[in-house]
């Protein structure tokens, strides 16, 4: 729901850590959304040990910040940690425990998720890391429900993330749940990335690549049917922008997009009705019709299913009263 109240976000940092994992967070959390109307956050970034940490870039960072502010953090977040095969310190651990005990939102981002792990946090959870630690990961926490198709994990209030550009998608998914799919949107758009992909990691896991996939074909019929929407859009229709067989167009769309024409329509679809919801005061016919949707029975169906929680009560988290 929208932040009524300053939000603090305590960013952990370690020695080694990976300057562009820790500027993912420190980013997405730090913008200037005032700008936009939404209130910002309070984002720290801390350490175990104040001073300089080394860095994989070769030089170190100055942090001031210890950890004791853990202990009053909303949201603690857990860059991808330098190597799996080392330890989080007993005093990061116990800190983590901590701060998720007393009701602290938990992030771990990459091979953060494996410290969450190690602390204990991910017990009984369902959670994801990088692919090429998966098998590793899957093994040391046999309590953690792994998984490996999807690019983030929400727990309600302990989130895990793929590789580096699925932390973005963790962080801005976050910022929607926050303050709404505009203000998430907005802020991607300033970084230049897709406010939510669709898809697994599957996706980018490797393995052989056909020599002849050609996904600029593609590119006109997506942009044509990102156009349109709120229009009946068939796969025959758009294997015929493409010049291609439904079969072939399939088959090449799975390929380039990491999931089916139809999840993805889906998926297109279900950003414009968060956007409506939030935005505007069109009664939930309405919102089904401008989002494309058959009926507002299916709309209602699908919605529920995505996001686990009806239209209107969705609504009632963004908007203080309901349409007239």
Not at 236 to 253: C, G, H, I, P
């Amino acid at each position: 729901m929208t932040l009524l109240c300053e939000h603090t976000v305590a960013i952990v940092a370690y020695n080694n850590i990976s300057l562009f994992h820790l500027s993912i967070p420190c980013s997405i959390f730090g913008e200037d959304l005032d700008r936009v109307g939404a209130r910002p956050y309070k984002v720290t970034v801390c350490t175990e040990t104040v001073g300089l940490v080394p860095t994989l870039s070769g030089f170190p960072i100055e942090i001031k910040q210890d950890l004791s502010i853990l202990e009053t953090a909303d949201t603690v977040i857990v860059p991808a940690w330098c190597d799996p095969d080392i330890p989080a310190s007993t005093a990061l651990l116990n800190a983590l425990s901590r701060a998720h005990a007393r009701g602290a939102r938990m992030v771990g981002l990459c091979l953060g998720a494996f410290v969450l792990a190690e602390a204990g946090i991910l017990d009984g959870k369902t959670a994801s890391t990088h692919w090429v630690w998966a098998n590793d990961f899957a093994k040391k926490y046999p309590k953690v429900n792994f998984d490996n198709d999807v690019l983030y994990i929400d727990e309600g209030n302990v989130f895990t993330s793929a590789g580096a550009a699925a932390a973005i998608d963790c962080c801005l998914h976050l910022l929607r749940r926050d303050h709404g799919a505009d203000i998430a949107n907005s802020v991607a758009r300033r970084m230049v990335v897709a406010p939510h992909r669709s898809g697994g990691q599957v996706q980018y896991i490797e393995k052989p690549i056909p020599r002849h996939i050609d996904s600029n074909r593609l590119e006109p019929a997506i942009t044509w049917a990102l156009k349109n929407l709120t229009k009946p859009l068939t796969i025959d229709e758009l294997a015929s922008k493409a010049s291609m067989s439904r079969r072939n167009f399939s088959r090449l769309f799975k390929k380039a997009m990491g999931t089916t024409f139809t999840q993805w329509l889906l998926s297109q679809r279900l950003t414009i009705a968060q956007q409506l919801l939030e935005t505007s005061n069109h009664n939930i016919d309405r919102v089904a019709n401008q989002s494309g949707f058959s009926s507002s029975v299916s709309f209602r169906q699908q919605f529920l299913a995505a996001f686990s929680i009806s239209p209107s009560a969705y609504r009632k988290q963004f908007k203080s009263s309901e349409p007239q």
